[in-house]
């Protein structure tokens, strides 16, 4: 049986574009459900969104940028969000790539926590030039962290996690948080939704936690949001 999907937004409409925040910026999209200063937590290709929902309702005073490239999948956790009062009060979903997010709508130094959760990993040779870890990206997410910001990445695939490994250590802004290139657990963590899925087929997933290293006086890198680096293409 095919289902339609429903085009009603049958409460607030929590959805913003990459030009609503290049336009009027990071306090006016949250406002007025939060106050300046924010703390940024911001998940990249969110999938159905389980995730980045509970990390905005276990931290209602901290804001939270959901971005996704599928437009229904957008969509569906729009709709998911006005129908539930009292949820996303502190939660902004981009339908656009994780690369022009980054690089177009975010300023240096506005993040404290980016989640890359379970990135597609291409495993074709002549497609890892579409894996969303690359080494520009790395750069580019380790300047728009705040000194001591986190980056957290997941995968269950064991070669990108080797890949994702190397890209990550060669990056100089960003320090390995853990003293093994990755976890295979973290107590405490939300599961996404694609994790589960992979966990109950016996499958085991790799975890980094990096953070940015501070920025000295010396740091000549910072930019503003729209600068020319991280562009990669989009994977659908
Ligand atoms: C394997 S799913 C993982 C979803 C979710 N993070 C989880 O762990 O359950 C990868 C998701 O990333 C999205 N995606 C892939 N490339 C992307 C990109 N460049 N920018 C934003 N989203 C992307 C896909 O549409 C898909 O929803």
Redesign the pocket.
């Given at each position: 049986m095919s289902r339609t999907l429903k085009t009603d937004m049958p409460g607030p409409d929590r959805r913003v574009s990459v030009e609503d925040v290049r336009a009027k910026g990071l306090e006016a999209i949250f406002a007025p459900d939060l106050e300046p200063p924010l703390r940024l937590v911001v998940?990249?290709?969110?999938?159905?969104g389980?995730?980045v929902r509970q990390l905005a309702a276990e931290a209602p005073e901290t804001a939270h940028l959901g971005?996704?490239?599928?437009k229904k999948?957008v969509f569906k956790l729009a709709r998911r969000l006005a129908r539930t009062e009292g949820e996303g009060g502190n939660l902004r979903l981009i339908e656009?790539?994780?690369?022009e997010v980054t690089r177009e709508a975010l300023p240096d130094a506005s993040v404290d926590t980016f989640w890359?959760?379970?990135?597609?990993p291409w495993p074709k040779r002549r497609h890892h030039p579409r894996r969303?870890i690359q080494p520009a990206f790395a750069a580019l997410l380790a300047r728009r962290l705040r000194p001591g910001g986190v980056l957290e990445v997941?995968t269950d695939h064991a070669a990108y996690a080797r890949w994702i490994d190397q890209v990550l250590r060669a990056e100089p802004s960003l320090a390995n948080r853990w003293d093994e290139p990755f976890l295979h657990e973290v107590p405490g963590r939300i599961q996404?939704?694609?994790?589960r899925d992979w966990r109950a087929m016996g499958r085991s997933l790799h975890f980094f936690r990096y953070a940015r290293v501070p920025v000295d006086a010396t740091d000549v890198r910072t930019a503003p949001a729209g600068d020319a680096v991280g562009t990669?293409p989009?994977?659908?």
């Open positions: 998940d990249l290709g969110f999938g159905r389980e995730f971005v996704e490239l599928s999948r656009a790539t994780a690369e890359i959760n379970c990135p597609d969303m997941a996404t939704g694609y994790e990669a989009a994977s659908r």
